[in-house]
């Protein structure tokens, strides 16, 4: 792979720029920033020109100049701390901005700064070249998805989940042991619930203790280089009850079958379907109470969204969860995910750890 993906970005974000009719678009949001640029710091904006990166500005203010003389050695670099605006006043002719980030008080702003510039609204650009990862965020995504794995084979390993333990305490373990395999962050709040937490979906870590017999759900990920991994794995403590294993081997045969739905051209409502039809024959369909899906990059949660209603299609080098669940209250529930990658035979599967039902 190449050593910079950025100029390659920027470049097919111009096209996008020159097609919405605009001359150059003024980024600001942060996570679009990095993208384009690969620049990590708190403060900057971009005013991207849509033919070159030569007249093109890169802005942050005086705490980070020797980061992004680090990060953005390719593009002329503007000191200052108010950065977007200090990039308005040097804009000139159709300038696109990202209208669905900037509130009515900053474009307002913005617009009285851009004297010798149009502020034209031109949402969603950078995302839509987010929506296809490249290698280099494959890369980074297979290796957040590796850590993920790691932890919970260590978490396992360790005994961290027994009973007497709490939820807590196995959240704790499960986020220090991502970091001790090399993640910068987790991805967001781990969700740990045990016995009749585990029906509700997104349930938050409590003192609640583990016992013998408890479906225990663990939703968790890991940030490396940006780039965000999303799992969910339901073990049992003890000893399987029947009626465990019946909702397990059904999860799973949902999941394998929306799995196996992810490849280019399918619409996304589709792979929703192929998954939330197992379910509903088994007489389980309200008890699966959300979208079977989402896209994963720089954010946990993008485009595309696998759901009921969902009316995009796959590209190959999307990557997206395939997570469906089935919560039956006062029981228990089990939810299985995997991030993977859309390619032109078989999606790629980036969570390793196995979908056998776990005892502990």
């Not at 792979?1 to 950025?6: G, L, N, S, V, Y």
């Not at 679009?32 to 020109?49: E, H, K, V």
Request: hydrophobic share 40%; proline share 4%; aromatic share 4%.
């Amino acid at each position: 792979m190449p050593d910079a993906p950025f100029p390659v970005r920027r470049d097919s974000l111009r096209q996008l720029v020159r097609q919405a009719g605009a001359g150059a678009l003024l980024v600001t949001n942060l996570l679009n920033i990095r993208y384009l640029t690969g620049f990590t710091g708190s403060n900057a904006a971009l005013l991207l020109d849509a033919d070159s990166d030569e007249r093109t500005l890169f802005c942050t203010d005086g705490r980070y100049v020797t980061q992004a003389k680090t990060e953005v050695p390719d593009l002329e670099l503007v000191d200052d701390r108010a950065s977007a605006a200090a990039l308005a006043t040097r804009a000139s002719g159709r300038t696109g901005f990202e209208s669905h980030y900037v509130s009515v008080e900053q474009y307002e702003a913005l617009s009285g700064l851009a004297e010798n510039a149009e502020l034209m609204r031109t949402p969603g650009l950078v995302e839509r070249l987010r929506l296809v990862k490249d290698e280099h965020e494959i890369a980074a995504l297979r290796k957040a998805c590796a850590v993920a794995d790691a932890a919970l084979a260590a978490l396992i390993e360790r005994g961290g989940i027994r009973p007497g333990r709490t939820e807590r305490d196995v959240a704790r373990d499960l986020e220090n042991l991502m970091l001790d395999h090399g993640a910068s962050a987790r991805s967001f709040s781990s969700i740990v619930a045990a016995g009749a937490n585990s029906a509700i979906p997104h349930h938050r870590p409590t003192g609640a203790v583990l016992a013998p017999g408890d479906f225990l759900k663990l939703d968790f990920g890991a940030t490396v280089d940006g780039y965000h991994s999303d799992m969910t794995r339901t073990l049992v403590l003890g000893k399987a009850a029947g009626w465990q294993r019946e909702l397990y081997e059904l999860v799973r045969r949902a999941q394998e079958r929306g799995s196996a739905a992810v490849r280019p051209g399918a619409v996304t409502k589709e792979v929703d379907r192929a998954a939330r039809e197992v379910i509903e024959q088994a007489g389980h369909g309200e008890q699966f109470t959300h979208g079977l899906g989402h896209g994963v990059g720089l954010e946990i949660h993008e485009a595309p969204s696998l759901a009921k209603k969902g009316d995009g299609t796959l590209t190959a080098g999307m990557t997206v969860t395939v997570e469906p669940g089935v919560y039956l209250a006062g029981r228990g529930g089990v939810r299985i995910e995997d991030t993977l990658v859309v390619r032109d035979t078989a999606p790629e599967l980036l969570t390793l750890s196995g979908k056998d039902l776990v005892v502990v």
